[in-house]
């Protein structure tokens, strides 16, 4: 009895693999008829980039596109205007983005370091004052550069110290209460627009006020409107007249703007007319509410 219970139970294995070694081959063939269906509806939804009118747009799109070859610096007449009129007075240049403002505040303070005098270089953002750390410490050498945040102090003692707004104007503070003089021969305000927001724009404008008339003044911004005005209103608030530089022209480095689909492929954000890219348009504006129509039934 024994013995026929288990070969019977050693007969249900061997059946058993003998059914599913049956099966496997049909198994086989439904895999490879779903992975050819799914190659087959991917090419559906990516189509090639080098045809058709999305080849053309996309080829467009990133033409020219690159580092441009290596020539010799020249500065612009703005950039010569801002360090010229820095001997004398207050300046502020608006220029649009990656014109070379920052050349101006840079070539400026390499001219205060070399005489002995000191400098300071504001930003909004903390990772723009990293950047700007990194950057004037490769410029000038790391033993000259300090960085002041809210979460960073570094080489504070150092003649150029880079950092947010709210550290200098805290500094203005501190030197006020304590009447002592604030080390510094020369102040950047990079991004000077933000005198503009709502939120924290009392930080600029407090801290122009409270900077003394000793202390040059560079104002740098891509965005202001008004700029005389503005230059008005410093001049008055400081008794020292404010200059203003401007670069003529549009930005020398044009945007181009893009979206990437999910289905992977990149579409210009703009037609040719300036408006939204209809097929970005259809996806991602919402549908128009369909009427819902009313059944009525007959009484009988």
Aim: positive net charge; contains cysteine.
């Amino acid at each position: 009895m024994i013995r026929s219970r288990r070969h019977r139970h050693h007969d249900g294995k061997r059946k058993g693999r003998t059914r599913d070694q049956t099966n496997a081959p049909n198994k086989s063939k439904q895999r490879s008829g779903e992975s050819t269906r799914a190659q087959k509806s991917g090419s559906h939804r990516s189509p090639s980039p080098s045809t058709g009118t999305y080849g053309r747009e996309l080829r467009e799109l990133l033409t020219g596109i690159g580092s441009p070859k290596p020539t010799a610096f020249k500065p612009d007449p703005f950039q010569l205007d801002a360090l010229a009129a820095l001997e004398f007075e207050d300046v502020l240049v608006t220029a649009p983005t990656g014109s070379g403002k920052t050349w101006i505040a840079r070539e400026e303070i390499r001219r205060l370091l070399d005489a002995g005098k000191r400098a300071w270089y504001t930003t909004p953002l903390k990772a723009l004052t990293n950047s700007k750390y990194a950057e004037f410490g490769e410029e000038f050498g790391p033993e000259r550069v300090g960085i002041l945040t809210g979460d960073r102090k570094e080489n504070s003692n150092a003649p150029l110290i880079v950092g947010t707004t709210e550290i200098f104007r805290n500094q203005l503070f501190d030197a006020l209460r304590g009447g002592e003089e604030v080390r510094v021969d020369l102040v950047v305000f990079d991004e000077a627009h933000y005198l503009a927001d709502e939120d924290r724009g009392h930080v600029w404008e407090e801290a122009i006020i409270l900077t003394p008339p000793r202390i040059r003044m560079l104002l740098l911004s891509a965005t202001i409107g008004n700029a005389e005005e503005f230059a008005a209103w410093i001049q008055e608030v400081r008794g020292v007249r404010c200059g203003v530089v401007t670069r003529p022209g549009a930005r020398p480095v044009p945007l181009r703007a893009a979206f990437l689909m999910p289905d992977k492929r990149l579409l210009t954000l703009l037609n040719e007319t300036g408006k939204l890219n209809p097929e970005i348009a259809r996806m991602v504006e919402p549908p128009e509410p369909q009427t819902r129509r009313r059944s009525y039934r007959r009484r009988s």
